[in-house]
Each structure stands twice: as structure tokens, then as C-alpha cells.
């Protein structure tokens, strides 16, 4: 399994970003996919989540300015970020949830993508 994100990068506040993670060596039509967030000190939390119904999850704290989507053709799944807010800054995981529910994490995680949302 190879996840490979990309689009991270320094933003400043009420901009937008779009993270896509690039999947590969399993039924990723079948799987639902995820984007996870890390801050120092802090445990990893989920911002998104959709399965492959399109069914999505999205963090509270997200909702409104965050969309995820997929691309099965792409084997690729999207998060777009707007209205970003310095609260948004971590680095951000790819990852292939349990099944094809967006209720727990699965094994496999992207290298991270580091988002910074600062002035």
C-alpha cells in the first residue's frame, strides 16, 4: 500500500488549499479513505472522511469550509480546504480506513503534508 499526499504549504488566513492523496496497491474503490490532522503534543484527529458510497465525515470544527471527495478513475482522494484559519495548521495524513467506514482508522498512512496557516 502507497499513499502519497500532496498540496501543503504556507497560507495565510481565509485561503484555501486543496490536499489530493494519491492511493495505490489496494481495492481503493472500495475503501473509504480519510484525512487526519496532527499538532505537536497532540494525538492524530480526523477531519474527513468519505466511503465509497460518498458518504462523508467531517470534524465539527471543519464543517462549511472543508469538502472531501474521491476520484476512483484517479485512485486519488481530495480535501479541500477553504476559509483556512490558524487553528488548520499541522501536518495532515492520508489514510485507509477500517472497511468501508469512516468510524476508525485503518494501517496505512500517507508521509503527512504540513499545512500552515498563518499572516
Request: hydrophobic share 35%; with cysteine.
Amino acid at each position: 500500500v502507497q499513499l502519497v499526499e500532496s498540496g501543503g504549504g504556507l497560507v495565510q488566513p481565509g485561503g484555501s488549499l486543496r490536499l489530493s492523496c494519491a492511493a495505490s496497491g489496494f481495492d481503493f474503490e472500495i475503501n473509504a479513505m480519510g484525512w487526519y490532522r496532527q499538532v505537536p503534543g497532540k494525538q492524530r484527529e480526523l477531519v474527513a472522511g468519505i466511503t465509497s458510497r460518498d458518504e462523508q465525515t467531517l470534524a465539527d470544527s471543519v464543517k462549511g469550509r472543508f469538502t472531501i471527495s474521491r476520484v476512483n478513475a484517479k485512485r486519488t482522494v481530495y480535501l479541500q480546504m477553504n476559509s483556512l484559519k490558524p487553528a488548520d495548521t499541522g501536518v495532515y495524513y492520508c489514510n485507509v480506513m477500517y472497511g468501508d467506514t469512516t468510524s476508525r482508522p485503518g494501517a496505512y498512512w500517507g508521509q503527512g503534508t504540513q499545512v500552515t496557516v498563518s499572516s
